[in-house]
């Protein structure tokens, strides 16, 4: 449906239209870089998922400039993004002429050695409801559900930072669920939650009526009302802003947000947008005004990423800007221990840096954005700071979120350590063995694991 005041020829000149490596081959800007920077894309898209599409390549990238252009890299593999030997592996197997076969054996082979499912996702996040894994569904804090409805599990386009690259990748262990029975009855169960976030993938991708079966069944059922949030995890206004002006049902869609709220649920679309360049299409913003006529709230968040937007110059103006069109800064991430996260990694001392020269120059509104936080094992830390206590220099750290309730917001320390990227880099100051959490952390984590000899 297209909404009023919204120019037709607009429309009909923006289908989406997807590009996997195939199709890409032979568009007329792919042929525009130089030949070696186009085999690099070739040998990683063989290791890490690749998907862009048409109103990313023509509108977000600056084809003069693309291999500077931060959109660019959110989307396009560079051959750093494989550690040297791993990208000559398989560079070496496609100058050879090699099977189909051949190059997926090595593919898979490359995946496993990349950290495919950190943080526990695979087996302290899998919840289950009378001994049997709940399917499609994720439960690691208290309050919050993860759901990963089937149809929604790819996007309009891929980041190549996604910690979620597994889902793409036709792995056999990917999270989702052909429908919501399994996650009603679950929830029924664990009255404590109130926090639904449908994730992916992009559930946005899907059809208004696909979203619409897995949502109004659980908001219409009595049993849930403790569900209170709706949280719908999405890169599609910056990627895809026809899907709330152009696409035919787009009216649909923004209807269904309605009912959303009017039923009394407050409905929170967790956008990310990675850099300021995303928002520069008139687009976008026409996009967040109508998410936002529906009684929807939109938060912002990402990850800090080298090569991209490791610049508080950039992070002021995102949030800026953000705030300008009412969306809420929400959170700054650490990039997380997967996929090709040795090419993305910001030291935690420099994350926090970014972060707290970033805030320093926006108003009081854009800093509402929490980080840098790693979403890790035991929950999500916070970089508070570096500091000197007691004559040591250290981190101070603190859980936003924990599996344990009683860890949230809990001070900590770290001895400091300039070269650390990640939370299971560091080490607890003042000599000490463990971190206040370590004990109850390493028994879920007991209790978690397969026995030997279950296999994955």
Known sequence: MLLPGLDASAANNHRFTAFGLSRLRRSKLFQRLPEERRFDIEVVSQVLPFRVNDFVLRE??????PLDDPVFRLTFPHRDMLTPPAYEAMAALLRSGAGRREVEGLARSLRAGLNPHPAGQGTLNVPELNGVAVPGVQHKYANTVLFFPSAGQTCHAYCTFCFRWPQFVG??????AKDATGLAAYLKAHPEVTDLLVTGGDPMVMRTHRLASYLLPLLEDPGLAHIQTVRIGTKSLTYWPHRYLHDDDAGEVLALF???VAGGRHLSVMAHVNHWREMESPLFAEAVHRVRETGAVIRTQAPLLAHINDDPAVWATLWERQVALGMIPYYMFVERDTGADHY?????????RVHADAVRRVGGLGRTARGPSMSCGPGKVEVQGVAEVLGERVFVLRFLQARRASWTGQPFFA???PRATWFDQLRPAFGRSRFFFSDEYDEMTRRAAPPPGAGG
């Not at 977000?60 to 400039?65: E, K, P, R, T, V």
């Not at 792995?171 to 989702?176: H, Q, W």
């Not at 993305?344 to 926090?352: D, G």
């Open 60 to 65: 977000l990238i600056d084809w003069d400039a």
């Open 171 to 176: 792995a056999e262990d990917r999270f989702s």
């Open 258 to 260: 309605r009912r959303i």
């Open 344 to 352: 993305f990694q910001v030291p935690l001392e420099r994350a926090w």
């Open 415 to 417: 001895a400091h350590d």
